[in-house]
């Protein structure tokens, strides 16, 4: 059973940046895809990066690609996400997931449904 656990959400102005942490754990062997999602009220569960943890091949969304960067630390069994220029659309709930048996298609689509675990999520607020 793998366990994941976020952090890093805050409240921030538009055009500042954040860093989310995902800290995985109980793997036996590798853990496949790990995935960045969001969302906000009253919207859908929607994919924002992923990165499979076989080659670090890196996908991202339309609507984040340019400004929010994933990447992982294999030593600390952790996987960030970089956000820069945000702004207050990117406000939702972000949530980190992961699959043994996924990988990281390069359109930028990703769904929930692919993702078995899951962790808590972390609140991210941009705000003036």
């Known amino acids: 059973q793998v366990h994941l656990v976020e952090s890093g959400g805050d409240v921030v102005q538009p055009g500042g940046s954040l860093r989310l942490s995902c800290e995985a754990s109980?793997?036996?062997?590798?853990?496949?895809?790990i995935a960045w999602f969001r969302q906000a009220p009253g919207k859908e569960r929607e994919g924002v990066s992923c990165?499979?943890?076989?080659?670090?091949?890196?996908s991202y969304a339309d609507s984040v690609k340019g400004r929010f960067t994933i990447s992982r630390n294999n030593a600390k069994n952790t996987v960030y996400l970089q956000m820069n220029s945000l702004k207050a659309d990117d406000t939702a709930v972000y949530y980190c997931?992961?699959?043994?048996?996924?990988?990281?298609?390069?359109?930028?689509?990703?769904?929930?449904?692919?993702?078995?675990?899951w962790g808590q999520g972390t609140q991210v607020t941009v705000s003036s």
């Open positions: 997931a992961q699959d043994v048996d996924y990988y990281c298609p390069d359109n930028g689509y990703f769904a929930p449904l692919d993702f078995r675990s």
């Open positions: 990165i499979s943890t076989s080659d670090d091949m890196t």
């Open positions: 109980g793997a036996t062997s590798n853990y496949g895809a």
